[in-house]
């Protein structure tokens, strides 16, 4: 359901008959022509009409050189991005709107109802198209501006589609507390009731939402939305008649309205294809999906039970019944026409990714993929279970790997790719975006930290300066992607041929897992073989990867019951299914399996007590990680052998946050590598980005946060904690960052996309390989981890392996007690990033130079006695 006022600009006609003031500014070439156009375009407005309405006004945008001017490109941009949006082209109405709002904003117009003809519209269709974060701000602008005019309408309306916004993210609570302030202020508004009713029904509170449903239609008995409502109660219950009953009620209340609207209609129908579902009634679902489809796309034929691929639109009601029909197949065993039903959903899906130019909003619409990539993998690992064909393993895998940090994935490879063309005016100006975008949205959430000491007014003027100017990005983005093809090929089919050559190359057995809400799958591919897995048991499984993670919370939790422990270790070893023999294992974990330290597995039970002797993974295997088999595919190992550093060391002396074994982590690194190493007051956020571009190697040895669901991750400098966010709009071109901190590579999880950590934020900044932490590590044992670590990179080790030989010599050093071998001290740090072959050619002629210097010193004497 969805409110709020769209009103056609009827206005226009008084505007310019009717104010002495107005005609004088119609003087100009520039608006006159604009008002001339859209005369024209609304005597009979067509689809065809309002694009070359578009393309007419086009080049009036660099003329606008007065107020009347700008006054006149609004007037028709809103206009445009009614008629559009009412035309169901809806990401051209939002850039219409979205060109509307930032003329009336940059310009500071006040003549104009910017509220009812732009914003109020505007932030419906993003709700429409679920771009969510952005809908929440622009009726939060709105609200804002309504709140301080005193003007009730407004108010009511903003508060009737904020719970809208609120309904859509799952929060349910939130929503309900604003339908509240909304109710205080008119208590029997039709929207606010229903939209409460509709919270309460999606909450469970099903008795909650009938009364305030049946308090609607004891207001107003033609309200369609109440019906529907009481019939979702009903089937709730299981009580069809009923349920069908109010259905039919609503569609007679429907026809009713001469002016009720296809998509209204169209709404309409998925609901009542939920009562038709529980009856099994497929022929009658298959009949209302076509027509949905035929009132969403113009060139569907209804001769073709699903849409064809070059006919989709970016349309979420679209993709609700594109998986309704992938449901059907299924439940009809028809399993070949579930996957096209499926194929098409995911194009859908691509399609409102590039509307969206918020991380935000992807993060969001990617979680809700990831939903439709289990039921997908599903059906694909039954269909394989039958006919052992291999495509459908494939099909399987690549479904997997689109779901794995996409986000990411993409930031990597277009700073990848745009780096190329650093003096290109779109790219500096894309960067320059993003770095304010990534500043607005610190000050806004540093702001909103203050509570109830949080500047209202200031959060609004930084919001809407974030709006305006990721109106301005969303064009850059657009135009980018037409210059460079390559920015939306992120996604192509992974080749599995590819990746077993890659992986024959390295000696590595790659493991990438799927972790969905019902089943849990693991890929395995080697040099010769490509084989899917599905987990027993998945609800037993989950219980125990959430259990072992908890043994990191704290470093006396594994001390206090080693046996439990190591019971556990090994049961959970057995249920992920990792193969024995493999020398080396890249693995790409999946939700909880991020926060699993893989090296700290038993391979079989133990009654030790001792740490060094304990058969764990890291014992037989050398283990790295990694977001996606993709970027596994994409990288080209490097030699660090003779790079500089970057060091970041603020210590915090004579702080309670004092780091003492910093220094001594900072001296160990100077004695294998050259660069900048800044200490104390040194350490601060403004010279580490000032050196940051000049080192092949960042290592950052600080505190840092996790965060939680409201903050962010966080990084400390010596001046100031630098939330993940700030992270995004910085440009790195470092082969490696360390960040020797507390939590690093943990956060609030994403679906599909992993921990939004600081790790996270250094890839997104474009770093490849990164080493971070799992858990609040102990600073003396990071000193000699480090120092280990450093000692191996700069013999030319590859980084993978510098890392597992800095634990394996940690954990076989004597003079380090038991209790400080636990796994707690020597795992935290785990690796992200190419991997290497075991030794490079420089460490081979190394180890052969070391072994010739110890066969002349044994024999030396030999020969010098011979000689006399």
Known sequence: MEFGSFRILLCIAALWFGNPILQAQQKTKTSTFLYNQLDHFLQKPSNSEALQLSKMIAPKKDQLYTKADQLAWIIVNCNLGYYLNQFNHKPTAILHYETAWKTYYENELSDYDIIEN???????????????????????????????AKNTSKIISGITNLSIVYHNQGNYSKALEILKKGLNIDPNNINLLTNTATNHLDSGDYEKAKTYANKVI??????????QILAATALEKKEFKKAQDYITQARFQLLKNKNTSARTIVKWQLAYIDILLSKSKFGEIQKNLKEIYTSLLPGYSVNTDLPSKEHLIADRLLLKALDIHAYMYQQTQKPLLAIAAFDLAFDVNSKLNIVYPLQDT??????????????????????????????????????????????????????????????????????????????????????????????????????????????????????????YPKLLRYQNNISIPALQKKLKKDRTTLIEYFYGNRNVYQFIITQDSFEIKKIENPEYFKSIVKKYIHYFDNASIIISNIPEFTKNAAELYNVLKIPRYSKKLLIIPDGLLCFIPFET???????????????????????????????????????????????????????????????????????????????????SYQR??????????????????????????????WDQDILVNQLYGTQLNANLVV?????????????????????????YAGVENILFSLWKVNDKTTATVMKNFYQNLNLSIPKATAIHRAKLDYLDTESISNVQKSPYYWAAFVYYGEIGHSYSLSYFWYKIGIVLFILIILLLPKFLQHKT
Request: charged residues 25%.
């Open 118 to 148: 732009c914003l109020q519209p505007l932030g419906n269709i993003y709700t429409e198209i679920g771009d969510l974060p952005k809908a929440e701000t622009t009726i939060k602008s709105y609200l804002y501006q309504a709140e301080q």
């Open 218 to 227: 004891s207001i107003d008995i033609n309200q369609i939305n109440a019906y």
């Open 362 to 483: 992807r993060i969001i619409q990617h979680s809700q993929n990831r939903n439709r990539t289990e039921a997908y993998i599903d059906l694909l690992f039954t269909i394989h279970q039958t006919k052992k064909e291999e495509q459908y393993d494939t099909l399987a895998f690549r479904a997997a790997e689109y779901s794995k940090s996409p986000i990411v994935n993409e930031a990597l490879i277009s700073k990848k790719t745009l780096s190329q063309y650093k003096s290109d005016s779109l790219v500096s100006k894309k960067n320059r975006l993003n770095a304010a975008l990534t500043s607005y949205e610190t000050l806004i959430l540093k702001e909103k930290l203050k509570g109830k000491g949080a500047n209202i007014a200031q959060i609004q003027k930084w919001t809407t300066a974030h709006d305006t100017t990721s109106i301005v990005l969303k064009e850059t983005l657009k135009k980018l992607r037409h210059t």
């Open 601 to 683: 597995l038993l391979l079989k039970k133990t009654n030790s007590m001792n740490f060094s002797k304990m058969s764990f993974l890291i014992r037989s295997a050398e283990i790295s990680y990694e977001i996606s088999a993709g970027k596994y595919l994409r990288s080209n190992p490097k030699n660090l052998q003779k790079k500089t550093v970057l060091g970041v060391f603020p210590v915090f002396e004579n702080t309670d946050k004092e780091l003492s074994f910093s220094k001594i982590e900072s001296k160990s690194i100077q004695h294998y590598f050259n660069g900048d190493f800044l200490e104390n007051e040194q350490a």
């Open 688 to 717: 580490f980005i000032e050196l940051a571009k000049e080192h092949d190697i960042i290592h950052l040895s600080t505190h840092a946060e996790s965060g939680s669901f409201s903050r962010p991750a966080s990084i400390q400098f």
């Open 739 to 763: 960040l020797s901190a507390c939590e690093t590579g943990v956060g609030r999880l994403a679906k599909g996309e992993g921990p939004i950590s600081i790790g996270r934020g250094f890839h």
